[in-house]
C-alpha cells in the first residue's frame, strides 16, 4: 500500500506537469488565434477611410459589388432554363400537326430566356467595369490622402525622431506601402462580400442536388488558402525585417543619379564602387524574393490539384446522375457551371480573407507610425516675464539619445537685446547644438533657457520660432524661383515681391539677382526647366537674404553663414550686417577670427563645456584658448 502511495505521489509532478504543458499549448494556440485576429482591425478603420475619401464613390462600390455577386448565380440559372426549354421544344416538335405554324411559337419560350441572359450578362459585365472604374479612382483619391496623412504626420515629429534609424525605418515602411494597401484591403473586403453573395447563391442552387457537394466545394479549397496566409505572414516579415537594407539601396540610386552628387561621384571616380555595391544589396534581397516566391508557387500548384480533384469528381458525379435520369440535361448544365464557378469563386473568397490578412500587415506599419506618440508642446504664453531680459542658459546639460557622453554640459551664458555673441569652438564642440536647443528643436536633460524671463518650454512654440531668423550650414537649397528662395524665411509673406527685395538688398544678394534671366522669377537649380546654378557664395547670400525675410524676428542665428564667401566679401558683410541687426540679438558661429571679433561676447567651446567667455579684447589678454586659435588663424595670412 506504502508503495503505491509513494509511486502515486511519484506520478503527481509528472501529471501535473503534464497538465500544465497541454495548457500552455491551448494558450499558445488561444493566443496564435487572437493575434491572427486581431491582425484585421484595420479593415474597419480603412473602410471608415474611404468613406470619409469619397461618400459617394464608396456607395457606388457597394451597389456594383452586390450587383456583381448576385447576377452569376443568376446567369447560371436562366442557362439551365434555356437548355431545359430547348429539349422541351424538341420533345414537343413531332407532336405539332403544322411544323411551320408553330415554329415561331415554340422558340419564343428558348429565346425569351436567351434575351433574359444577355440582359444578365450586359448587366454583370457593366457592374464589373463600373467596380475597375471605382477602384482606379479610388486609387488615386486614396493614395493621395494616405500620403497627406504620413507627411501631416510628419510635420508634427521632432527632430530626435528623424535622426533615429529605427524610427526611420518604420517610416520607410509605413510609406513603401501607403498608396497600395488600403485600396487593395477595401478592394478584398468589398469583393469577399461580392463572393459571399455568390457562394450563397450558389449554395441554394447545389443544394438542391446534395449537401455533400456544397462541403466538398469548401473543403477542397481550404488547403491553398492556409497556405498563402502562412506565406503572406512570411512575406510581411521579410520585408519589416530588411528595412535597413531597402534603404540603403534607396540611398545608394541617390548617390548616382543625383546632379548635387554627381561632381564628387565622377571625380572619386567610385561610380563603379557604389554600382557594385547596389548590385549586391540587390543580389542578396533577390535570393530571399527568389526563394520565398518559388516555396509559393510550388505549394500553391500542389494545393490546387486538390480543387482540381475534388472538381472532376463532382463533375463524374454530375454526369453520371443525368445519365441515369436523376436531373435533367439543363440541371446538368447548371450543376456543372455552378460549381465550377462556385469553387473560383469560393477560392477566389479565401484568397481575399488571405490578401487581407496580407494588407493588416502591411498597414500595422502605417498606423504604428501614425499612432506615433509625439510630446505635444506644452507651452501657450506668447510674451515674456521681462521683455528687455534677453535670452539666458542656465546649467544647460544635453545628450543625443544613443550617445555615450554629453553634447553640452552646464553651459551658462546671458544675452541682453541688441547684443552679438559668437561661438567659437572645433567641429563637435556643441556649437550648433547650442543653437538647437535655443531654436526648441531639442529639450535641455537640465537646466533651462529663458527668454524674456521664461523659460522656452512655457512658450507657445510657433510664437518662439517666428521671433527667431536661422540660417544654418546646411541650409536648404531649394528647387524654387529666387522669391521664393528667399520667401520661405516668412512663409506668412511668400508672396510678398516688396519683402524680397528689402531682404536680398540686406542679404547682399540683389546685385546677382539683377543680372539673373527672370530676376526674382529666376527658377533656381537643375531640377525643372530653365533652373539656373548659382555659385556657393551666391546660395549663401540666398540663405541670409531668407534669414532677414523676418523683419520681426528679434533674435538672428547665423551658423558658418558665410563659408563659401572669401574673406574680404564676408568682412565687408558682417560690416553690413552689423548696422542692420542693431537692435537684435545675434548668436554668430563661425571661424573666421575677423569676423569673430567684431560680436560683443565670445564663448569658448570644447566638448560641449563653456571654457572661455568674455570680449576679443578681454580673452586675448588671458592668453588662452582663444588667443591661441586666434594666433594660428593670424599666422596664416602673414
Same mark, same amino acid.
Given at each position: 500500500?506504502?508503495?503505491?502511495?509513494?509511486?502515486?505521489?511519484?506520478?503527481?509532478?509528472?501529471?501535473?506537469?503534464?497538465?500544465?504543458?497541454?495548457?500552455?499549448?491551448?494558450?499558445?494556440?488561444?493566443?496564435?488565434?487572437? /493575434? =491572427? %485576429?486581431?491582425?484585421?482591425?484595420?479593415?474597419? $478603420? +480603412?473602410?471608415? #477611410?474611404?468613406?470619409?475619401? &469619397?461618400?459617394? *464613390?464608396?456607395?457606388?462600390?457597394?451597389?456594383?459589388?452586390?450587383?456583381?455577386?448576385?447576377?452569376?448565380?443568376?446567369?447560371?440559372?436562366?442557362?439551365?432554363?434555356?437548355?431545359?426549354?430547348?429539349?422541351?421544344?424538341?420533345?414537343?416538335?413531332?407532336?405539332?400537326?403544322?411544323?411551320?405554324?408553330?415554329?415561331?411559337?415554340?422558340?419564343?419560350?428558348?429565346?425569351?430566356?436567351?434575351?433574359?441572359?444577355?440582359?444578365?450578362?450586359?448587366?454583370?459585365?457593366?457592374?464589373?467595369?463600373?467596380?475597375?472604374?471605382? /477602384? =482606379? %479612382?479610388?486609387?488615386?483619391?486614396?493614395?493621395? $490622402? +494616405?500620403?497627406? #496623412?504620413?507627411?501631416?504626420? &510628419?510635420?508634427? *515629429?521632432?527632430?530626435?525622431?528623424?535622426?533615429?534609424?529605427?524610427?526611420?525605418?518604420?517610416?520607410?515602411?509605413?510609406?513603401?506601402?501607403?498608396?497600395?494597401?488600403?485600396?487593395?484591403?477595401?478592394?478584398?473586403?468589398?469583393?469577399?462580400?461580392?463572393?459571399?453573395?455568390?457562394?450563397?447563391?450558389?449554395?441554394?442552387?447545389?443544394?438542391?442536388?446534395?449537401?455533400?457537394?456544397?462541403?466538398?466545394?469548401?473543403?477542397?479549397?481550404?488547403?491553398?488558402?492556409?497556405?498563402?496566409?502562412?506565406?503572406?505572414?512570411?512575406?510581411?516579415?521579410?520585408?519589416?525585417?530588411?528595412?535597413?537594407?531597402?534603404?540603403?539601396?534607396?540611398?545608394?540610386?541617390?548617390?548616382?543619379?543625383?546632379?548635387?552628387?554627381?561632381?564628387?561621384?565622377?571625380?572619386?571616380?567610385?561610380?563603379?564602387?557604389?554600382?557594385?555595391?547596389?548590385?549586391?544589396?540587390?543580389?542578396?534581397?533577390?535570393?530571399?524574393?527568389?526563394?520565398?516566391?518559388?516555396?509559393?508557387?510550388?505549394?500553391?500548384?500542389?494545393?490546387?490539384?486538390?480543387?482540381?480533384?475534388?472538381?472532376?469528381?463532382?463533375?463524374?458525379?454530375?454526369?453520371?446522375?443525368?445519365?441515369?435520369?436523376?436531373?435533367?440535361?439543363?440541371?446538368?448544365?447548371?450543376?456543372?457551371?455552378?460549381?465550377?464557378?462556385?469553387?473560383?469563386?469560393?477560392?477566389?473568397?479565401?484568397?481575399?480573407?488571405?490578401?487581407?490578412?496580407?494588407?493588416?500587415?502591411?498597414?500595422?506599419?502605417?498606423?504604428?507610425?501614425?499612432?506615433?506618440?509625439?510630446?505635444?508642446?506644452?507651452?501657450?504664453?506668447?510674451?515674456?516675464?521681462?521683455?528687455?531680459?534677453?535670452?539666458?542658459?542656465?546649467?544647460?546639460?544635453?545628450?543625443?539619445?544613443?550617445?555615450?557622453?554629453?553634447?553640452?554640459?552646464?553651459?551658462?551664458?546671458?544675452?541682453?537685446?541688441?547684443?552679438?555673441?559668437?561661438?567659437?569652438?572645433?567641429?563637435?564642440?556643441?556649437?550648433?547644438?547650442?543653437?538647437?536647443?535655443?531654436?526648441?528643436?531639442?529639450?535641455?536633460?537640465?537646466?533651462?533657457?529663458?527668454?524674456?524671463?521664461?523659460?522656452?518650454?512655457?512658450?507657445?512654440?510657433?510664437?518662439?520660432?517666428?521671433?527667431?531668423?536661422?540660417?544654418?550650414?546646411?541650409?536648404?537649397?531649394?528647387?524654387?524661383?529666387?522669391?521664393?528662395?528667399?520667401?520661405?524665411?516668412?512663409?506668412?509673406?511668400?508672396?510678398?515681391?516688396?519683402?524680397?527685395?528689402?531682404?536680398?538688398?540686406?542679404?547682399?544678394?540683389?546685385?546677382?539677382?539683377?543680372?539673373?534671366?527672370?530676376?526674382?522669377?529666376?527658377?533656381?537649380?537643375?531640377?525643372?526647366?530653365?533652373?539656373?546654378?548659382?555659385?556657393?557664395?551666391?546660395?549663401?547670400?540666398?540663405?541670409?537674404?531668407?534669414?532677414?525675410?523676418?523683419?520681426?524676428?528679434?533674435?538672428?542665428?547665423?551658423?558658418?553663414?558665410?563659408?563659401?564667401?572669401?574673406?574680404?566679401?564676408?568682412?565687408?558683410?558682417?560690416?553690413?550686417?552689423?548696422?542692420?541687426?542693431?537692435?537684435?540679438?545675434?548668436?554668430?558661429?563661425?571661424?573666421?577670427?575677423?569676423?569673430?571679433?567684431?560680436?560683443?561676447?565670445?564663448?569658448?567651446?570644447?566638448?560641449?563645456?563653456?571654457?572661455?567667455?568674455?570680449?576679443?579684447?578681454?580673452?586675448?589678454?588671458?592668453?588662452?584658448?582663444?588667443?591661441?586659435?586666434?594666433?594660428?588663424?593670424?599666422?596664416?595670412?602673414?
Amino acid at each position: 500500500m506504502g508503495a503505491h502511495r509513494i509511486l502515486a505521489i511519484a506520478c503527481q509532478p509528472s501529471y501535473s506537469f503534464l497538465r500544465y504543458k497541454n495548457s500552455m499549448g491551448i494558450l499558445k494556440k488561444r493566443n496564435a488565434l487572437r /493575434q =491572427s %485576429l486581431e491582425v484585421f482591425r484595420y479593415s474597419s $478603420r +480603412v473602410i471608415g #477611410l474611404v468613406w470619409t475619401t &469619397s461618400r459617394s *464613390l464608396t456607395i457606388l462600390f457597394a451597389i456594383l459589388t452586390l450587383v456583381a455577386g448576385l447576377l452569376p448565380a443568376a446567369v447560371a440559372y436562366i442557362g439551365k432554363l434555356i437548355v431545359d426549354a430547348v429539349l422541351e421544344t424538341r420533345n414537343l416538335a413531332p407532336l405539332q400537326i403544322n411544323t411551320h405554324n408553330h415554329e415561331f411559337v415554340n422558340s419564343y419560350h428558348p429565346l425569351m430566356y436567351v434575351g433574359l441572359e444577355a440582359i444578365a450578362v450586359a448587366v454583370l459585365a457593366g457592374s464589373q467595369r463600373g467596380l475597375t472604374v471605382c /477602384q =482606379s %479612382l479610388l486609387r488615386m483619391l486614396l493614395g493621395q $490622402r +494616405v500620403n497627406v #496623412l504620413i507627411l501631416e504626420k &510628419s510635420l508634427t *515629429l521632432d527632430l530626435t525622431q528623424f535622426e533615429d534609424s529605427e524610427f526611420y525605418d518604420k517610416l520607410s515602411n509605413a510609406r513603401r506601402e501607403a498608396s497600395v494597401r488600403p485600396l487593395s484591403l477595401v478592394t478584398r473586403t468589398f469583393g469577399l462580400v461580392q463572393s459571399a453573395l455568390s457562394i450563397v447563391t450558389y449554395g441554394v442552387l447545389l443544394v438542391k442536388f446534395s449537401v455533400w457537394a456544397v462541403i466538398v466545394l469548401v473543403l477542397a479549397s481550404l488547403p491553398a488558402f492556409f497556405a498563402e496566409t502562412k506565406f503572406a505572414g512570411v512575406a510581411f516579415r521579410l520585408f519589416s525585417w530588411r528595412a535597413p537594407e531597402t534603404r540603403q539601396q534607396h540611398y545608394l540610386e541617390t548617390l548616382l543619379a543625383r546632379e548635387d552628387f554627381a561632381k564628387e561621384v565622377k571625380l572619386y571616380q567610385i561610380g563603379e564602387m557604389l554600382l557594385e555595391r547596389y548590385r549586391q544589396l540587390f543580389d542578396t534581397l533577390y535570393v530571399e524574393d527568389r526563394d520565398l516566391t518559388l516555396k509559393r508557387g510550388q505549394w500553391g500548384y500542389v494545393l490546387s490539384l486538390f480543387s482540381t480533384t475534388a472538381f472532376y469528381i463532382a463533375y463524374a458525379w454530375i454526369v453520371v446522375q443525368t445519365v441515369v435520369g436523376r436531373i435533367s440535361l439543363g440541371d446538368m448544365t447548371m450543376y456543372i457551371t455552378v460549381f465550377r464557378q462556385g469553387q473560383s469563386t469560393f477560392s477566389g473568397a479565401l484568397t481575399s480573407i488571405g490578401g487581407m490578412y496580407e494588407d493588416n500587415l502591411y498597414l500595422s506599419n502605417l498606423y504604428e507610425f501614425l499612432e506615433e506618440e509625439v510630446p505635444l508642446p506644452l507651452g501657450k504664453a506668447i510674451k515674456g516675464l521681462k521683455e528687455q531680459d534677453g535670452v539666458r542658459f542656465e546649467n544647460v546639460s544635453f545628450t543625443y539619445p544613443g550617445s555615450l557622453h554629453p553634447a553640452l554640459k552646464n553651459v551658462s551664458l546671458h544675452l541682453m537685446p541688441g547684443e552679438k555673441l559668437a561661438i567659437v569652438g572645433e567641429n563637435g564642440s556643441g556649437k550648433t547644438t547650442l543653437i538647437k536647443l535655443l531654436t526648441r528643436l531639442y529639450t535641455p536633460d537640465s537646466g533651462r533657457i529663458l527668454l524674456d524671463g521664461l523659460d522656452l518650454q512655457e512658450w507657445d512654440v510657433d510664437v518662439l520660432r517666428k521671433r527667431i531668423g536661422v540660417i544654418f550650414q546646411q541650409f536648404v537649397r531649394y528647387q524654387f524661383t529666387v522669391g521664393e528662395n528667399i520667401g520661405v524665411g516668412d512663409v506668412e509673406h511668400l508672396e510678398d515681391k516688396n519683402r524680397w527685395e528689402i531682404a536680398a538688398e540686406k542679404g547682399m544678394a540683389q546685385p546677382f539677382i539683377e543680372y539673373l534671366p527672370e530676376g526674382f522669377q529666376t527658377q533656381l537649380g537643375k531640377w525643372f526647366h530653365k533652373g539656373q546654378e548659382l555659385s556657393g557664395g551666391q546660395w549663401q547670400k540666398i540663405a541670409l537674404a531668407r534669414a532677414f525675410m523676418r523683419n520681426k524676428a528679434d533674435i538672428l542665428v547665423l551658423d558658418e553663414p558665410t563659408s563659401a564667401i572669401d574673406a574680404q566679401a564676408e568682412f565687408d558683410i558682417f560690416n553690413h550686417f552689423r548696422s542692420l541687426t542693431e537692435n537684435q540679438m545675434v548668436f554668430l558661429i563661425s571661424h573666421r577670427f575677423s569676423t569673430v571679433r567684431m560680436a560683443d561676447k565670445i564663448l569658448v567651446i570644447e566638448a560641449g563645456v563653456v571654457v572661455e567667455q568674455g570680449t576679443h579684447n578681454e580673452l586675448l589678454k588671458v592668453e588662452g584658448r582663444y588667443a591661441k586659435l586666434f594666433s594660428l588663424q593670424a599666422a596664416g595670412y602673414k
